[in-house]
């Protein structure tokens, strides 16, 4: 039993406790190249959360950990076998009723914990600012280590790369599929590129149809992962999410929350 982990705990444990922060992680059911599991964005929202919910569990916060959401918008990759696509529309109403139910519980700071880059979560924060008990904050944790990104891994990779694969050999390395010489069973996770100009600037943007942009939905090489890659990106990841957690655990909310006052003194 993890007191931080609402699945695992009894209504006798919870009843007793006043949670300050709810973190709902998300995930997705997609393929992940040629060897990372379906589940590998669901299985880091599990790993991740706990790792940082632990850490701040332990450091004082009050925090509980929602089941992590399987389920994201993957429409992009429609043309791979299996890949399950929920609507933006239907994503947010889903969390829009946890929300509604965690403020009804009294949690009024929820984090949204995402895995998967084309959950477009903003949108929903802006939707449901004003109209419901609760202050939520969006966070990418792919986005919070880019500071130090390039003196962890040697390629930069968008998806199924030397970062994930790097997370899968150190958290789940049973399901990394491997050939008979224990090698990563993958391509080299290549990418087509934009005949037009503006959208390789990205001033003009597209839903990139990932079977044409894609060998088998890899983009970026996994070749150089290793398992202690994965433990250094983790460390980092807790390190930063923790505090995170620790610090919006013990705020109290007021007008100008989550800001400081306009006139406050510069420190």
Not at 88 to 93: D, E, V
Not at 152 to 181: C, D, Q, W
Request: include cysteine.
């Amino acid at each position: 039993m993890r007191p931080w982990k609402l699945a695992e705990l009894n209504f006798a444990q919870v009843k007793e406790n006043r949670y300050e922060v709810a973190v709902i992680p998300l995930g997705c059911t997609e393929p992940h190249n040629l060897h990372l599991p379906y589940g590998t964005d669901t299985l880091e929202g599990d790993v991740i959360g706990d790792h940082a919910c632990e850490a701040a569990h332990d450091a004082g916060a009050s925090v509980i950990l929602l089941p992590t959401v399987p389920y994201g918008t993957v429409s992009a990759q429609s043309e791979f076998t299996l890949a399950i696509n929920i609507n933006p529309s239907t994503l947010y109403a889903l969390l829009t009723d946890i929300i509604v139910s965690l403020a009804g519980h009294g949690i009024t700071k929820i984090v949204l914990l995402n895995s998967h880059g084309g959950n477009d979560l903003k949108p929903l924060l802006r939707e449901l600012y004003g109209t419901v008990n609760a202050h939520i904050f969006l966070l990418n944790w792919y986005e919070a280590f880019e500071d130090v990104y390039d003196e962890i891994f040697e390629n930069r990779g968008e998806h199924a790369g030397e970062m994930e694969t790097s997370l899968a050999l150190a958290y789940f390395p049973e399901l990394v599929g491997r050939n008979e010489k224990g090698e990563i069973m993958a391509d080299d996770g290549d990418t087509a590129r934009f005949r037009f100009e503006a959208l390789e600037r990205g001033w003009v943007s597209i839903t990139r149809p990932w079977h044409l942009f894609t060998t088998s939905s890899g983009a970026g090489s996994p070749h150089a992962a290793s398992a202690e890659k994965g433990l250094r990106l983790m460390e980092v990841l807790v390190e930063r999410i923790s505090t995170f957690l620790v610090e919006l655990s013990d705020a109290e909310p007021d007008d100008s929350f989550p800001f400081l006052p306009i006139d406050s003194k510069k420190t």
